[in-house]
């Protein structure tokens, strides 16, 4: 485990197990925002195992190529999750206050690189996709930050613009915007509920969630770069191995409204990385207190 910390906040991050940033701690609260699985105890991976049933521990991982398990032409397989959950990240780079971590996939030919900076309330993640494939490389690419929620939360996005609102407590503003309000359904609040929903392309560059003690936790991103923001709540009623349901939220942005890349590419809500080509994308988190 690696750690950057500050008088702010701390970061942890096990390269061994695909990169995962294991914690989001505010040194002022005493919150950890990042959700843990207290039914599945982190492991290194196996590679192609199910992320579902062995892997989903928490934290926040990277999603690329696909989220769903796919099959691409010539016969690539993409197994749940993507790659890099698979894979242990090298670090290349390291001070006091940064971390580089690099990948090689498996399947698909890339380099994929973050470097994680901590400045103050800030965690910078930078991003570098690197192509080492004389083909075209299909992918989509998410964020998989999975929040510690608790009854009375509220998720604040810009856009009220979202592809189903089925079963949420959501209210709209002049503005466009919209909040979400969280219930605990263990406290009789709600009925257990789980939803996979969207914004509209293009609308999101930034969402926040706020506990009722007045500390929050934000996220910006550029909307060039990841146009849609995917979120995934479990209001305890879901789990992937049997165990009591999870309370907990994925907040996504990303390249894509698909799950599977192989329905995305049959959409075209893809991107295509071309033989030697290099992107470069970043987001910003930010722990705020009352």
Known sequence: ???????????QVLPEIGGKISSLFDQRSGREWLWTNPYL???????????ISELDTGGWDEIFPSISPCLLPGNIGIPDHGELVFLPGEV?????????????????KT??????TLDGNKLRVDYTLDSLSDEPIPYLWAPHPIIALEDGMVL?????????????????????????????????????????????????????????DGSSLKLHWD??????????????????IGSEAYFNLGLEPTTSPCDSLTEAIAN????????????????????AEA
């Open 41 to 51: 105890p982190r492991r290194p991976p196996i590679y192609g195992e199910s992320y």
């Open 156 to 212: 604040e996005l810009p856009t009220s613009e979202l592809t189903t609102s089925e079963g949420l407590d959501l209210t709209s503003a002049s503005d466009g915007s919209c909040k979400i309000t969280i219930a605990d359904p263990a406290l009789g609040k709600t009925k257990p509920h789980m939803l996979k929903f969207f914004t509209q392309r293009g609308l999101a560059d930034r969402a926040s969630i706020h506990a009722k």
């Open 111 to 116: 380099r994929f690189t973050r470097k994680l």
């Open 92 to 108: 290349s780079a390291q001070t006091s206050n940064s971390l580089t971590l690099t990948t090689l996939t498996r399947a698909i």
């Open 268 to 287: 075209d809500l893809h991107l295509t990385l071309n033989p030697g080509e290099s992107r470069k994308w970043h987001l910003e988190l930010f722990l």
């Open 223 to 240: 909307k060039k770069s990841a146009p849609y923001l995917g979120m995934w709540l479990n209001q305890r009623n879901w789990s992937g």
């Open 1 to 11: 485990m690696i750690e950057l910390r500050n008088d702010l906040m701390s970061v």
